[in-house]
C-alpha cells in the first residue's frame, strides 16, 4: 500500500513541476512577444516627440550655420537617455555639432536589438521657414541596447517569477489531490486486492475517513 501510495505521488510531482515549469516558460515568452511590442510603441512615440521638440532648433541654427547654437541643441538632446548619438549638418553636410556617448550595457542586451531596429536611425531633413530649401539635418541614434537591456531584464524576472508561482501553485494542488483523491483510491485499490485473493472468505471493505 506504501509503495503504491510513493509511486503514485512522486509520478504525480514530476508531471506538475513539470507542467509548472513549461508554463512559466510559455507565459513569460508570451509576455517579452507584448512587452516588444509595448516598448517599441512607447519608445518610437519618446522619440517623436524628443525630435518635433527639437526641429524648430535645429532648423534655426542650420539656417543661420550657427555652431554655438548648434552645440546646445545637442547638449539638450542629450538630457535623454534614450539618445545615444545626435548630429547637426549644414546644408553642404558640414557638420555643425555632434556628440556621442558609449554604451554600457550587457552581451544579453544586443538579442533583441532586430526588433527594435527600425528604430534608428532617425534623419530629419531642416527647414527653415525663411528658406525653401533644405538647409540641413539632424541625424539621431537611439541607444537600442538599452531598450533591449529593460526588456531582457523584465523578462527574466517574470520568467523566474513565473516558474516559481507555477511551481508552488502546483505543491498545492498536489497535496490536495494526495489527500482527498490518490489515497482514497489506493486504500479502496488495496482493499479490492484483498478481496481477490480471498474468494473463500467474506471481506468488509472499509469506507476511507475522507469520503
Known amino acids: 500500500m506504501i509503495n503504491g501510495n510513493n509511486k503514485i505521488s512522486v509520478k504525480l510531482t514530476r508531471i ?39 526641429s524648430p532648433l535645429a532648423s534655426k ?15 539638450g538632446l542629450f538630457a535623454f537617455p534614450i539618445i545615444l548619438s545626435a548630429e547637426i549638418l549644414g546644408d553642404k553636410d558640414q557638420v555643425l555639432a555632434r556628440r556621442t556617448r ?3 550595457h550587457t552581451a544579453l542586451a544586443y538579442l533583441l536589438n532586430w526588433t527594435f531596429s527600425e528604430l534608428e536611425p532617425v534623419q530629419i531633413v531642416l527647414k527653415h521657414k525663411n528658406y525653401e530649401k ?3 539635418q539632424l541625424n539621431v ?16 524576472t517574470n520568467l523566474i517569477f513565473g516558474i516559481v508561482r507555477n511551481v508552488a501553485l502546483a505543491i498545492v494542488l498536489l497535496f490536495f489531490f494526495q489527500k482527498f483523491l490518490t489515497k ?7 482493499e479490492l486486492s484483498n478481496l481477490r485473493l480471498r474468494p473463500d472468505k467474506v471481506t468488509v471493505i472499509k469506507k476511507s475517513e475522507n469520503h
Do not use: H, M
Open 16 to 54: 506538475s513541476v513539470g507542467i509548472a515549469v513549461l508554463l512559466g516558460i510559455l507565459i513569460s515568452l508570451g509576455d517579452l512577444l507584448i512587452d516588444v511590442e509595448v516598448q517599441k510603441t512607447r519608445s518610437r512615440a519618446s522619440v517623436d516627440l524628443i525630435v518635433n521638440a527639437v
Open 61 to 75: 541654427v542650420a539656417y543661420e550655420l550657427n555652431a554655438y547654437s548648434a552645440e546646445d541643441v545637442v547638449s
Open 102 to 104: 558609449s554604451a554600457d
Open 134 to 136: 533644405p538647409d540641413g
Open 141 to 156: 541614434k537611439i541607444d537600442i541596447e538599452q531598450i533591449s537591456a529593460q526588456v531582457i531584464n523584465r523578462f527574466f
Open 184 to 190: 482514497p483510491i489506493v486504500a479502496l485499490s488495496n
